[in-house]
């Protein structure tokens, strides 16, 4: 009997530190993340102007948004520029990572070059790429025209191509932390499953596909994820970049929930929106998650 | 082991105890070291925008019990972080209405206060812009500054052409007859900037064409002569203005532009940074051009208005500094700096045109009438939601991805569909 007590006692000893633990942690995330998600699910039912006191609309703010062109246009938006930047950058990610991940004279200058686009100010970034991008002076266009090119796009001034500048620059600002990231998982490898693999006979593609690649699967696993999430709530580039422009081109649902919530005042609608872009990107993570399950088995 | 938990929820009320504090403050007036009242004003780019440290210093002057102090922030992000202080109850007590919108938003909200007395007290003839601020009859702010557009022209590069009464073809003209040069030496005719203004709101003001109306043909002559001059060289692309992130300021003021259709607080500048050294152009100010001819002087704008904050803290010296910067004092300090006040008299208009560098010739006396100002945009609660439209499909138009007739349809609509 006082065994089982004192055990009982130790237990609930051991999870009350353990929760003196995370308490710091916890009361932050409490704070300033878990009580305004939680608000932002109870206001996507109301309407609130940040004003005056917040009124239970029921489902309208959902039925607006399933109404409204400009909801359709951000998430048409946001799923081609997450289709365009998490397979780009993962695949710059790797590439350099191989590169770099040899002995080479000068290899940490040009991982520090790299990495260097992911520690520069945004508004930076994205100002001085609209400035490569300008349609008749910037650089790039000469480029394209050197070469015979005549009708080089329009890049941010057009509707078709803005959306590809910002991914483009998106591409060469994220590549180098994430092949930072690569770069850690390649140092993993055992040296040993390539010499064995070489004696075998395996050439290189097939000690990348049969060694690297499984090897880095976790890294990978997480890469993605991170690019997901982060593709899913782009916003500063844009918002600097373009604006959303040229007309809508470039709206994200990030740049739509500002608008509509900061902007606007329109809180409860925003919410909505808000909710909307939450259930995509947990979606879509989950289902990696399963595949990354299932692919382990 | 009871110890240990008492020790940790000891320590985490103290913790609670700390963050929650932060979020308290007092609702007293504050007062400066030497007792003076603080009286804070929230402002845009307080450096670039002289004209709010002359009202403050003249203010001060006259009031040396009060301490004014701005509250800065980025003009870029004014609306916005506006909009956020005060939902978040911030207490500032003078608040700077940057445009009509934003205002009708605050107001009819109810976090502005009240001063339809104040202005039912006033000379309402002698106020330019005050209509703006009528809400249902109510008043929340009173201006102190009327912006209006003008047409701005080196002297040098533009010659002895008469602008006194140009028509928007004649404009057109005579900016492709004064653009030569290739590369970066070349001079363009005029420069209009990006802004869906430049086009819409003088369209508007000219053709009495409604920018909340849902029909926009109106507005086809004007993006006709723009595209056209666009074409023929003689004003920078749209296209290169944006991804350039162009100023005007920096075509006018290095003689790369000859002519610039502007707000006329843009003489404030030229005339501050000529006396700084910061360029020697030999700059006049004529009427804006006209859709047709003697139909008058018509022109738009703003007013800019202070307002006092339903949370301030100090609401009786925040009432006395608004009444006293749109009044004749604080439009002579504004004016004196080469701003157009919204209170004119014939004291207030001589304090103006005596502002060393402001042109005074006839040209620039017409230009300083104007007949008519239309408001820039409409006040509604839609005005917001079309601005984003109409903005929206002007980057299309102007870039060349639709064509004028598409365009037009396009943001017609799109108000009739979206905003209803």
């Given at each position: 009997?006082?065994?089982?007590?004192?055990?009982a006692?130790?237990?609930?000893?051991?999870?009350?530190?353990?929760?003196?633990f995370?308490?710091?942690?916890?009361?932050?995330f409490?704070?300033?993340t878990l009580?305004p998600?939680v608000?932002?699910?109870?206001l996507s039912?109301?309407?609130?102007?940040?004003?005056?006191?917040p009124?239970?609309?029921?489902?309208a703010?959902f039925?607006?948004?399933?109404?409204?062109a400009?909801?359709?246009?951000?998430l048409?938006?946001?799923?081609?520029?997450?289709?365009?930047?998490i397979?780009?950058?993962?695949?710059?990610a790797?590439?350099?990572?191989?590169?770099l991940?040899?002995?080479?004279r000068g290899?940490?200058l040009?991982r520090?070059?790299?990495?260097?686009?992911?520690?520069?100010?945004?508004v930076?970034?994205?100002?001085?790429?609209?400035?490569?991008?300008?349609p008749?002076?910037?650089?790039?266009?000469q480029?394209?025209?050197a070469?015979g090119?005549?009708?080089?796009?329009?890049?941010?001034?057009?509707s078709?191509?803005?959306?590809?500048?910002?991914?483009?620059?998106s591409?060469?600002?994220?590549?180098?932390?994430y092949?930072?990231?690569y770069?850690?998982g390649?140092?993993?490898i055992p040296?040993?499953l390539?010499?064995?693999a070489k004696?075998?006979?395996?050439?290189?593609?097939?000690?990348?596909?049969?060694i690297?690649?499984?090897?880095?699967?976790?890294?990978?696993?997480?890469?993605?994820?991170?690019?997901?999430i982060?593709?899913?709530?782009?916003?500063?580039?844009?918002?600097?970049?373009?604006?959303?422009?040229?007309g809508?081109?470039?709206l994200?649902l990030?740049?739509?929930i500002?608008r509509?919530?900061?902007?606007?005042?329109?809180?409860?609608?925003?919410?909505?929106?808000?909710?909307?872009?939450?259930?995509?990107?947990l979606?879509?993570?989950?289902?990696?998650?399963?595949?990354?399950?299932?692919?382990?088995r | 082991?009871t110890r240990?938990?008492m020790?940790?929820?000891?320590?985490?009320?103290?913790?609670l105890?700390?963050?929650?504090?932060?979020g308290?403050g007092?609702?007293?007036?504050?007062k400066?070291?030497?007792g003076?009242?603080?009286?804070?004003?929230?402002?845009w780019?307080?450096?670039?925008?002289?004209?709010?440290k002359?009202l403050?210093?003249?203010f001060e002057a006259?009031n040396?019990?009060?301490d004014?102090?701005?509250?800065?922030?980025?003009?870029?992000?004014y609306?916005?972080?506006?909009?956020?202080m005060l939902?978040?109850?911030?207490?500032?007590?003078?608040?700077?209405?940057?445009?009509?919108t934003?205002?009708?938003?605050?107001?009819?909200?109810g976090?502005?206060t009240?001063?339809?007395?104040?202005v039912n007290?006033l000379?309402?003839?002698?106020?330019?812009g005050?209509?703006?601020?009528d809400?249902?009859?109510?008043?929340?702010?009173?201006?102190?500054?009327?912006?209006?557009w003008?047409?701005y022209?080196?002297?040098?590069?533009?010659?002895?052409?008469?602008?006194?009464?140009?028509t928007?073809a004649?404009y057109?003209?005579?900016?492709?007859?004064?653009?030569n040069?290739?590369?970066?030496?070349?001079?363009y005719?005029?420069?209009?900037?990006?802004?869906?203004?430049v086009?819409?709101?003088?369209?508007?003001?000219?053709t009495?064409?409604?920018?909340?109306?849902?029909?926009?043909?109106?507005?086809?002559?004007?993006?006709?002569?723009?595209l056209?001059l666009?074409?023929?060289?003689?004003?920078?692309p749209?296209?290169?203005?944006?991804?350039?992130?162009?100023?005007?300021?920096?075509?006018?003021?290095?003689?790369?532009?000859?002519?610039?259709p502007?707000?006329?607080w843009?003489?404030?500048?030229?005339i501050?940074?000529k006396?700084?050294?910061?360029?020697?152009?030999?700059?006049?100010?004529?009427p804006?051009?006209?859709?047709a001819?003697?139909?008058?002087v018509?022109?738009?704008?703003?007013?800019t208005?202070?307002?006092v904050?339903?949370?301030?803290?100090?609401?009786?010296?925040?009432?006395?500094?608004v009444e006293?910067a749109?009044?004749?004092?604080?439009?002579?300090?504004?004016?004196?700096?080469?701003?157009?006040?919204s209170?004119?008299?014939?004291?207030?208009?001589a304090a103006?045109?005596?502002?060393a560098?402001?042109?005074t010739?006839?040209v620039?006396?017409?230009?300083f009438a104007?007949?008519?100002?239309m408001?820039?945009?409409?006040?509604?609660?839609?005005?917001?939601?079309?601005?984003?439209?109409?903005?929206?499909?002007?980057?299309l138009?102007m870039?060349g991805?639709?064509?004028i007739?598409?365009?037009?349809?396009?943001?017609?609509?799109?108000v009739?569909?979206?905003?209803?």
């Amino acid at each position: 009997m006082t065994v089982l007590t004192s055990t009982a006692r130790k237990r609930r000893r051991t999870t009350l530190i353990g929760w003196s633990f995370i308490l710091p942690n916890f009361i932050g995330f409490a704070a300033l993340t878990l009580v305004p998600v939680v608000a932002a699910l109870a206001l996507s039912f109301m309407e609130w102007d940040s004003y005056s006191s917040p009124e239970w609309v029921g489902l309208a703010n959902f039925e607006r948004m399933w109404n409204n062109a400009n909801f359709w246009v951000a998430l048409k938006n946001t799923c081609f520029y997450a289709l365009g930047h998490i397979p780009l950058t993962l695949v710059a990610a790797l590439g350099f990572a191989m590169l770099l991940n040899r002995p080479l004279r000068g290899v940490g200058l040009f991982r520090t070059a790299l990495f260097f686009p992911y520690v520069t100010s945004l508004v930076a970034v994205a100002v001085v790429w609209n400035m490569l991008f300008s349609p008749d002076l910037g650089p790039i266009n000469q480029f394209l025209r050197a070469i015979g090119i005549d009708n080089p796009p329009g890049w941010t001034t057009s509707s078709d191509w803005s959306m590809a500048a910002v991914v483009l620059t998106s591409v060469w600002r994220d590549m180098g932390y994430y092949m930072v990231l690569y770069l850690a998982g390649l140092q993993t490898i055992p040296p040993e499953l390539y010499e064995a693999a070489k004696v075998d006979g395996a050439g290189a593609w097939a000690r990348f596909r049969n060694i690297t690649l499984p090897s880095l699967r976790p890294t990978t696993f997480f890469v993605v994820i991170m690019l997901t999430i982060s593709s899913f709530k782009v916003f500063d580039l844009v918002q600097v970049m373009t604006e959303g422009g040229p007309g809508r081109s470039t709206l994200v649902l990030s740049q739509l929930i500002f608008r509509e919530g900061i902007t606007q005042g329109r809180f409860g609608y925003s919410s909505a929106i808000s909710m909307v872009l939450f259930v995509i990107v947990l979606l879509v993570t989950l289902i990696q998650f399963r595949i990354q399950q299932r692919s382990e088995r | 082991m009871t110890r240990h938990l008492m020790k940790g929820v000891a320590a985490v009320a103290a913790l609670l105890m700390v963050t929650t504090a932060c979020g308290g403050g007092s609702d007293e007036a504050r007062k400066t070291a030497d007792g003076k009242d603080i009286l804070s004003i929230s402002v845009w780019n307080y450096e670039q925008t002289p004209e709010f440290k002359a009202l403050f210093d003249a203010f001060e002057a006259d009031n040396p019990t009060i301490d004014i102090q701005p509250v800065d922030i980025l003009a870029d992000d004014y609306s916005d972080k506006v909009t956020t202080m005060l939902a978040g109850g911030d207490k500032t007590d003078v608040l700077t209405m940057k445009n009509v919108t934003d205002y009708a938003r605050y107001g009819t909200r109810g976090q502005l206060t009240d001063l339809t007395e104040t202005v039912n007290g006033l000379p309402k003839d002698s106020y330019l812009g005050l209509d703006a601020f009528d809400l249902d009859g109510k008043y929340y702010a009173l201006p102190y500054r009327q912006d209006f557009w003008v047409l701005y022209y080196n002297k040098k590069l533009v010659g002895d052409a008469d602008l006194s009464n140009l028509t928007w073809a004649e404009y057109a003209a005579l900016a492709k007859s004064k653009t030569n040069g290739d590369g970066a030496e070349k001079v363009y005719g005029s420069y209009q900037h990006v802004w869906r203004s430049v086009v819409q709101a003088i369209a508007a003001s000219q053709t009495g064409g409604d920018q909340l109306g849902g029909d926009y043909a109106w507005m086809t002559d004007q993006y006709t002569m723009t595209l056209d001059l666009e074409k023929a060289g003689a004003i920078m692309p749209w296209g290169t203005a944006n991804s350039q992130k162009v100023t005007y300021d920096s075509q006018f003021s290095t003689g790369k532009a000859a002519l610039l259709p502007m707000g006329a607080w843009y003489s404030a500048r030229l005339i501050a940074d000529k006396a700084a050294g910061k360029h020697d152009v030999d700059w006049g100010v004529a009427p804006l051009p006209q859709t047709a001819k003697g139909a008058g002087v018509k022109t738009f704008g703003s007013p800019t208005a202070f307002a006092v904050n339903k949370n301030a803290r100090n609401a009786a010296a925040a009432k006395t500094f608004v009444e006293w910067a749109s009044g004749e004092k604080g439009a002579t300090a504004v004016a004196k700096i080469g701003i157009y006040p919204s209170f004119t008299n014939d004291a207030v208009l001589a304090a103006y045109a005596g502002v060393a560098g402001m042109p005074t010739d006839d040209v620039a006396k017409k230009a300083f009438a104007p007949d008519s100002v239309m408001l820039e945009m409409p006040v509604s609660d839609k005005s917001s939601d079309v601005d984003q439209i109409l903005k929206e499909e002007h980057e299309l138009i102007m870039s060349g991805e639709k064509t004028i007739p598409d365009g037009i349809k396009e943001m017609g609509d799109r108000v009739k569909n979206e905003v209803g």
